[in-house]
Protein backbone atom coordinates (compact mmCIF):
# COMPACT_ATOMS: atom_id res chain seq x y z
CA UNK A 1 0.00 0.00 0.00
CA UNK A 2 1.18 3.54 -1.24
CA UNK A 3 0.49 6.69 0.58
CA UNK A 4 2.18 10.37 -1.17
CA UNK A 5 2.41 12.85 0.52
CA UNK A 6 4.90 15.59 -0.88
CA UNK A 7 8.38 14.35 -0.70
CA UNK A 8 7.26 11.80 1.66
CA UNK A 9 6.10 8.02 0.38
CA UNK A 10 5.09 5.47 2.41
CA UNK A 11 5.26 2.18 2.30
CA UNK A 12 3.08 -0.59 4.67
CA UNK A 13 3.24 -4.25 4.27
CA UNK A 14 1.11 -6.57 5.94
CA UNK A 15 4.31 -9.21 6.70
CA UNK A 16 6.00 -9.93 9.97
CA UNK A 17 9.36 -8.25 8.82
CA UNK A 18 8.88 -4.70 8.71
CA UNK A 19 7.03 -1.36 8.30
CA UNK A 20 8.36 0.81 6.39
CA UNK A 21 8.60 4.66 6.30
CA UNK A 22 10.68 6.20 3.17
CA UNK A 23 11.62 10.35 2.94
CA UNK A 24 12.82 10.96 -0.14
CA UNK A 25 14.54 14.05 -0.60
CA UNK A 26 14.42 15.92 -4.22
CA UNK A 27 16.47 14.88 -6.76
CA UNK A 28 16.76 11.22 -4.91
CA UNK A 29 20.11 12.08 -3.77
CA UNK A 30 18.86 11.70 -0.44
CA UNK A 31 16.97 8.42 1.45
CA UNK A 32 15.41 8.09 5.06
CA UNK A 33 13.78 4.80 5.71
CA UNK A 34 12.51 3.33 8.98
CA UNK A 35 12.84 0.15 9.26
CA UNK A 36 12.95 -2.80 11.78
CA UNK A 37 13.93 -6.64 11.04
CA UNK A 38 13.93 -9.77 12.83
CA UNK A 39 16.28 -11.58 10.20
CA UNK A 40 20.17 -9.98 9.47
CA UNK A 41 19.80 -12.23 6.84
CA UNK A 42 17.18 -10.58 5.27
CA UNK A 43 18.28 -6.67 6.47
CA UNK A 44 21.50 -7.36 4.45
CA UNK A 45 19.39 -8.51 1.70
CA UNK A 46 17.42 -5.73 2.11
CA UNK A 47 20.44 -3.47 1.79
CA UNK A 48 22.91 -5.02 -1.09
CA UNK A 49 19.08 -4.71 -3.30
CA UNK A 50 19.52 -0.75 -2.59
CA UNK A 51 23.29 -0.57 -2.66
CA UNK A 52 22.87 -2.52 -6.36
CA UNK A 53 20.59 0.62 -7.14
CA UNK A 54 23.39 2.93 -5.62
CA UNK A 55 22.22 3.67 -2.43
CA UNK A 56 25.27 4.34 0.05
CA UNK A 57 24.25 3.77 3.87
CA UNK A 58 25.68 7.32 4.99
CA UNK A 59 24.39 6.13 8.85
CA UNK A 60 22.01 3.89 11.03
CA UNK A 61 20.09 4.36 14.45
CA UNK A 62 17.53 3.07 15.56
CA UNK A 63 15.78 1.14 12.87
CA UNK A 64 16.37 4.53 10.77
CA UNK A 65 19.00 3.97 7.74
CA UNK A 66 19.87 7.28 5.68
CA UNK A 67 20.96 6.69 2.19
CA UNK A 68 23.01 9.23 -0.47
CA UNK A 69 22.85 8.32 -3.93
CA UNK A 70 25.50 7.36 -6.04
CA UNK A 71 26.79 6.26 -9.68
CA UNK A 72 27.96 2.86 -8.89
CA UNK A 73 26.77 -0.03 -6.86
CA UNK A 74 27.86 -0.48 -3.35
CA UNK A 75 28.24 -4.22 -1.77
CA UNK A 76 27.20 -4.47 2.10
CA UNK A 77 27.66 -6.87 4.68
CA UNK A 78 27.15 -6.92 8.44
CA UNK A 79 30.20 -8.31 10.16
CA UNK A 80 29.08 -9.52 13.63
CA UNK A 81 31.84 -8.26 16.08
CA UNK A 82 31.89 -11.27 18.84
CA UNK A 83 32.95 -8.11 21.38
CA UNK A 84 32.27 -4.69 21.29
CA UNK A 85 33.67 -2.44 18.29
CA UNK A 86 35.36 -0.46 20.92
CA UNK A 87 37.44 -3.09 21.99
CA UNK A 88 41.17 -2.20 20.45
CA UNK A 89 41.23 -5.42 18.51
CA UNK A 90 38.07 -5.00 16.93
CA UNK A 91 39.17 -0.76 16.44
CA UNK A 92 42.25 -2.12 14.72
CA UNK A 93 40.41 -4.37 12.98
CA UNK A 94 37.91 -2.11 11.36
CA UNK A 95 41.00 0.68 11.00
CA UNK A 96 40.36 0.99 6.55
CA UNK A 97 36.62 -0.20 6.12
CA UNK A 98 33.65 2.00 5.20
CA UNK A 99 32.29 1.20 8.16
CA UNK A 100 28.39 2.84 7.57
CA UNK A 101 26.95 1.93 11.33
CA UNK A 102 26.82 -0.51 14.44
CA UNK A 103 23.66 -2.43 16.18
CA UNK A 104 25.35 -3.71 19.50
CA UNK A 105 28.17 -6.17 18.06
CA UNK A 106 27.69 -5.64 14.20
CA UNK A 107 29.41 -3.44 12.04
CA UNK A 108 27.36 -2.61 9.05
CA UNK A 109 30.24 -2.24 6.04
CA UNK A 110 30.24 -0.79 2.29
CA UNK A 111 32.65 -1.94 -0.64
CA UNK A 112 33.31 -5.22 1.00
CA UNK A 113 31.94 -8.74 0.86
CA UNK A 114 31.68 -11.65 3.51
CA UNK A 115 34.85 -13.62 3.92
CA UNK A 116 34.78 -17.27 5.94
CA UNK A 117 35.54 -15.06 8.62
CA UNK A 118 32.88 -13.33 8.70
CA UNK A 119 30.36 -16.26 8.04
CA UNK A 120 31.65 -18.36 10.39
CA UNK A 121 30.76 -15.75 12.96
CA UNK A 122 27.29 -15.50 11.70
CA UNK A 123 27.13 -19.22 11.73
CA UNK A 124 28.65 -19.65 15.27
CA UNK A 125 26.69 -16.99 16.84
CA UNK A 126 23.06 -18.12 15.38
CA UNK A 127 24.21 -21.59 16.24
CA UNK A 128 24.65 -21.15 20.16
CA UNK A 129 21.41 -18.70 19.94
CA UNK A 130 19.32 -21.67 18.38
CA UNK A 131 20.96 -23.80 20.67
CA UNK A 132 20.52 -22.48 23.82
CA UNK A 133 16.75 -21.69 23.36
CA UNK A 134 16.30 -24.84 22.16
CA UNK A 135 17.11 -26.26 25.44
CA UNK A 136 14.90 -23.76 27.42
CA UNK A 137 12.22 -25.60 24.99
CA UNK A 138 12.99 -28.86 25.55
CA UNK A 139 13.16 -28.06 29.13
CA UNK A 140 9.84 -26.38 29.05
CA UNK A 141 8.28 -29.20 26.77
CA UNK A 142 8.94 -31.88 29.52
CA UNK A 143 7.91 -29.48 32.33
CA UNK A 144 4.38 -29.56 30.12
CA UNK A 145 4.55 -33.26 29.76
CA UNK A 146 5.05 -33.58 33.24
CA UNK A 147 2.02 -31.26 34.15
CA UNK A 148 -0.29 -33.62 32.48
CA UNK A 149 0.14 -36.00 35.14
CA UNK A 150 -1.31 -33.57 37.86
CA UNK A 151 -4.33 -32.96 35.62
CA UNK A 152 -5.28 -36.26 35.57
CA UNK A 153 -4.50 -36.56 39.14
CA UNK A 154 -6.34 -33.11 40.47
CA UNK A 155 -9.22 -34.52 37.97
CA UNK A 156 -9.41 -37.90 39.61
CA UNK A 157 -9.72 -36.62 42.84
CA UNK A 158 -11.91 -33.38 41.78
CA UNK A 159 -9.46 -30.86 43.00
CA UNK A 160 -10.51 -27.33 41.80
CA UNK A 161 -9.19 -24.15 42.35
CA UNK A 162 -11.30 -22.86 45.82
CA UNK A 163 -13.70 -19.89 45.86
CA UNK A 164 -11.30 -18.25 49.24
CA UNK A 165 -11.76 -14.71 48.84
CA UNK A 166 -8.97 -14.06 51.41
CA UNK A 167 -6.30 -16.18 48.99
CA UNK A 168 -7.47 -14.97 45.71
CA UNK A 169 -7.63 -11.34 44.24
CA UNK A 170 -10.34 -10.63 42.59
CA UNK A 171 -9.10 -10.17 39.37
CA UNK A 172 -8.14 -13.58 39.54
CA UNK A 173 -11.99 -15.20 40.10
CA UNK A 174 -11.41 -16.55 36.29
CA UNK A 175 -9.62 -19.26 37.73
CA UNK A 176 -11.97 -20.47 40.64
CA UNK A 177 -13.27 -23.68 39.66
CA UNK A 178 -11.06 -24.53 37.46
CA UNK A 179 -8.53 -27.73 37.53
CA UNK A 180 -4.89 -25.43 38.49
CA UNK A 181 -2.90 -28.18 36.82
CA UNK A 182 -5.19 -27.30 33.38
CA UNK A 183 -3.94 -23.70 34.31
CA UNK A 184 -1.08 -24.15 34.48
CA UNK A 185 -0.82 -25.55 31.30
CA UNK A 186 -2.19 -23.24 29.44
CA UNK A 187 0.23 -20.80 30.86
CA UNK A 188 3.17 -23.59 29.63
CA UNK A 189 1.77 -23.57 26.50
CA UNK A 190 1.74 -20.05 26.01
CA UNK A 191 5.82 -19.80 26.80
CA UNK A 192 6.06 -23.24 24.59
CA UNK A 193 4.74 -21.28 21.33
CA UNK A 194 7.07 -17.88 22.18
CA UNK A 195 9.71 -20.03 22.39
CA UNK A 196 9.11 -22.08 19.82
CA UNK A 197 9.05 -19.19 17.40
CA UNK A 198 12.17 -17.98 19.02
CA UNK A 199 13.81 -20.65 18.13
CA UNK A 200 12.52 -21.27 14.88
CA UNK A 201 14.22 -18.10 13.34
CA UNK A 202 17.42 -18.79 14.75
CA UNK A 203 17.50 -21.53 13.23
CA UNK A 204 16.81 -20.52 10.05
CA UNK A 205 18.96 -17.85 10.22
CA UNK A 206 21.75 -20.84 10.97
CA UNK A 207 20.74 -22.14 8.08
CA UNK A 208 20.70 -19.57 5.93
CA UNK A 209 24.61 -18.45 7.03
CA UNK A 210 25.43 -21.43 6.80
CA UNK A 211 24.63 -22.10 3.26
CA UNK A 212 26.23 -18.96 2.45
CA UNK A 213 29.50 -19.96 3.66
CA UNK A 214 29.13 -23.46 1.78
CA UNK A 215 28.02 -21.45 -1.41
CA UNK A 216 31.98 -19.17 -0.59
CA UNK A 217 34.24 -19.60 -3.10
CA UNK A 218 37.10 -22.37 -1.83
CA UNK A 219 39.74 -19.87 -2.42
CA UNK A 220 38.02 -16.92 -0.58
CA UNK A 221 40.68 -15.90 1.87
CA UNK A 222 40.84 -13.71 4.94
CA UNK A 223 43.80 -11.46 3.08
CA UNK A 224 41.64 -8.99 1.58
CA UNK A 225 40.16 -8.23 4.78
CA UNK A 226 43.41 -7.52 6.40
CA UNK A 227 45.17 -5.34 4.27
Not at 99 to 107: H, R
Not at 173 to 199: H, R, S
Request: glycine share 6%.
Amino acid sequence: IFCKSGNKLYLTFSHIYYIMYVNISKGQKQMTVSKSFISVYNEEKWLNKLGSKGYMLKGRKKGKYTFEKLERPVKYHIDYLDESPETPENTEYLQGKNVCGFKGNSAYIADEEHNSDTLKRQVSRFGKLTAFFGVVLALFLALFAYNLHYVQYFKSIGYVVPADKDEILEIFNFVVGKNPAVLFMWALAIIIAVLAVITAIYAREWLLWKNSLKALPSDTSTEDSEI
